[in-house]
C-alpha cells in the first residue's frame, strides 16, 4: 500500500466523511473504493483501442454547398459593424 495526502473541498469532505461513518467504512477504505468504481466507469479505451480521438461530425450541419469564401463572407456580414 502507498500513503498519500489528497486535498478535498471542505463540504466534499464533509459528505464522504458522513458516507464513510453509515457503512463504517474508514476514510481510506471509502476513498479507495470511490477511486476503484471511478476505474470500472470510466476504462483507458483511448489507449486500449490505439485510435485517436476526433470529435463527431453532422451530415446534416448547415453550410452545404457553400465555399469557403462564401462561408467566411457570411461570417463577417454576420458580425458587428462596428468592429469593421
Known amino acids: 500500500m502507498n500513503k498519500t495526502q489528497i486535498q478535498v473541498p471542505a463540504e466534499l469532505f464533509k459528505e464522504v466523511r458522513a458516507?464513510?461513518?453509515k457503512r463504517e467504512w474508514s476514510l481510506a477504505e471509502t476513498f479507495r473504493r470511490g477511486a476503484e468504481l471511478l476505474l470500472q466507469v470510466y476504462p483507458d479505451q483511448a489507449a486500449a483501442s490505439g485510435v485517436a480521438w476526433t470529435p463527431p461530425t453532422s451530415k446534416r450541419a448547415g453550410w452545404k454547398g457553400l465555399s469557403s469564401a462564401q462561408l467566411?463572407?457570411?461570417a463577417f456580414a454576420d458580425g458587428d459593424p462596428r468592429l469593421a
Request: avoid cysteine; glycine fraction near 0%.
Open 72 to 74: 467566411r463572407d457570411a
Open 19 to 21: 458516507f464513510a461513518k
